[in-house]
């Protein structure tokens, strides 16, 4: 064999042990790219719930060439520490992040998605939301993971994004789409103007969404939710009069419906820019060769339970949509797999590059469940935590009230650090609506000892040391 022909052999050799994949030999790895929205519950797109209050048909499209994982939930129901878990891996408890907070983390220990793929030979960038604990503004490609970076508005970041694009289509680009809506809403609590795009007048009540079934507080809730709830009655904005949230005990059903229709304009407007995006991966040819996760950081309360924004472990907060989609490789349905997105993003993403999972990673690959993989072993739980500390005591003090859930197939198991009755216990599939805490039934006795067992195998195997 002639020289140049043996080193193009190896070279084609290493590039197939590279990906991970003998179907890539002799071909180029796929690009990735990332989708991200903000505070999108997991039914919020036309293509679960219907097109007669939301229409979503770019996420939709996505949904329509892949697989739609139905029981996908956050490491915790807030933008720092989900979003930090996303892009390493770790649960919250691990890399440190339970509230908002960027203060730099160590990056040997915590190596984000876009430095692991810059290694691997990507170019990355990152377009949209950043709110992770790695510098960002003026920072190297080294100090932030992506070649590229720009954070802007809504409607001001798929231009970039384009350019990237089209600027690296001959080689393989990882390119996170990080938009800022549905959050927005949280303005819209407020009476505040909306900073990522208009969304028009809002109609009456009688032409909105129905209120939630599931609008009341929970029969038998614990005392620490409770606890919470009225905490957050008091929380004040920026230490000011102004109330941080929505008025939650103020707000009939009627208020709660226009606040679902402010709330599905919020996605469709996300759901346009993620459509320029997709447009341009289909005019330059790169459709079938880019593999596309779509997410969300977590929910909203949506008014179920008489709760806006974040923090909850309530499905309409923790449980996010989730897609993975590449044309000719994923299957196309749906899986009731359960997922965790701030653990499975990274080994997931990692799977499709061919690159090294970080070590310490505890989340898997869904590439293999998306590409109709019927060998992969079932999980049995995935846990979320979360910490309260905007909201105010009595006395005016933060309550800082720390808690752990845990998921498995039927049942949701929430433990608090605060209260005589700090635990709920929810039959996911007799009651969705979460409207019955079962921790005190003598009926599910037995279900609660196994969840409580599972709770402790959890800290063991994690190394959490909540209620330790």
């Known amino acids: ?90 649960y919250p408890h691990e890399h440190g992040k339970q509230i908002n907070s960027t203060k730099a983390i160590d ?33 190297t490609a080294e100090e932030s993971g992506y070649d590229e970076t720009f954070d802007a508005k809504d409607f001001q970041i798929a231009a970039p994004a384009i350019e990237f694009i089209r600027k690296n289509k001959s080689k393989p680009f990882f390119v996170v789409f990080s938009l800022m809506n549905p959050h927005n809403i949280c ?35 614990s005392d620490a939710l409770e606890a919470i709830w009225q905490a957050r009655l008091r929380a004040r904005y920026k230490k000011t009069d102004k109330r941080m949230f929505a008025p939650l005990e103020l ?9 679902r229709w402010a709330y599905y304009r919020m996605v469709e407007l996300a759901d346009k820019e993620i459509g320029r995006v997709l447009s341009t991966l289909r005019k330059e040819g790169l459709e079938e060769n880019t593999a596309i996760i779509f997410t969300s950081d977590h929910g909203d309360g949506i008014g179920s339970h008489r709760w806006s924004q974040k923090n909850m472990f309530y499905d309409e907060c923790s ?22 997105n701030g653990l499975d993003i990274m080994p997931t993403i990692c799977d499709y590059a061919g690159a090294k999972v970080p070590a310490k990673c505890k989340g898997v690959s869904l590439r293999g469940i998306a590409e109709g993989n019927k060998q992969q072993k079932k999980r049995k739980y995935v846990a979320c935590s979360t910490c309260f500390v905007q909201d105010l005591r009595q006395d005016g003090e933060p309550i800082n009230i720390e808690g752990r859930m845990i998921r498995t197939k039927d049942f949701k198991y929430y433990i608090f650090d605060h209260g005589k009755r700090p635990e709920m216990l929810i039959d ?31 800290k063991k195997e994690t190394g959490d040391d909540f209620l330790s």
């Not at 050799?13 to 890539?24: K, N, V």
């Not at 030979?121 to 960002?136: D, I, R, V």
């Not at 009688?206 to 079934?213: D, E, G, L, T």
């Not at 996010?320 to 749906?334: A, M, N, W, Y």
Request: glycine fraction near 8%; include cysteine.
């Open 1 to 90: 064999m002639k020289r140049r022909a043996f080193l193009r052999t190896i070279g084609l050799a290493a590039a197939a042990t590279l990906s991970g994949d003998l179907r890539a030999y002799g071909t180029r790895r796929p690009n990735i790219l990332l989708i991200m929205t903000d505070q999108q519950f997991a039914e919020a797109l036309s293509c679960t719930m219907g097109s007669e209050y939301i229409k979503t048909p770019n996420i939709d499209s996505i949904a329509a060439k892949g697989m739609l994982f139905t029981k996908a939930y956050c490491a915790n129901p807030l933008c720092v520490p989900n979003r930090t878990s996303i892009f390493t891996g770790r």
């Open 107 to 139: 990056v040997k220990e915590f190596p984000n998605i876009g430095m692991v793929l810059r290694k691997a030979g990507y170019s990355t960038g990152y377009f949209g939301k950043w709110h992770l604990p790695y510098p960002f503004k003026k920072a």
């Open 187 to 221: 303005q819209y609590g407020r009476s505040q103007p909306l900073p990522d795009g208009d969304i028009g007048e809002v109609p009456a009540a009688k032409n909105c969404p129905p209120a939630p079934a599931n609008l009341e507080k929970a029969n038998n809730q």
């Open 251 to 259: 707000w009939g059903a009627d208020d709660w419906r226009k606040y």
């Open 319 to 340: 449980r996010i949509p989730f897609i993975i989609s590449q044309p000719g490789r994923t299957k196309v349905g749906t899986s009731d797999f359960l997922v965790n």
């Open 428 to 458: 996911m599939k007799n009651d969705p609506g979460e409207m019955e805490n079962q921790a005190g039934n003598p009926d599910y006795k037995k279900v609660l000892a196994e969840h409580r067992e599972i709770f402790a195998k959890y």
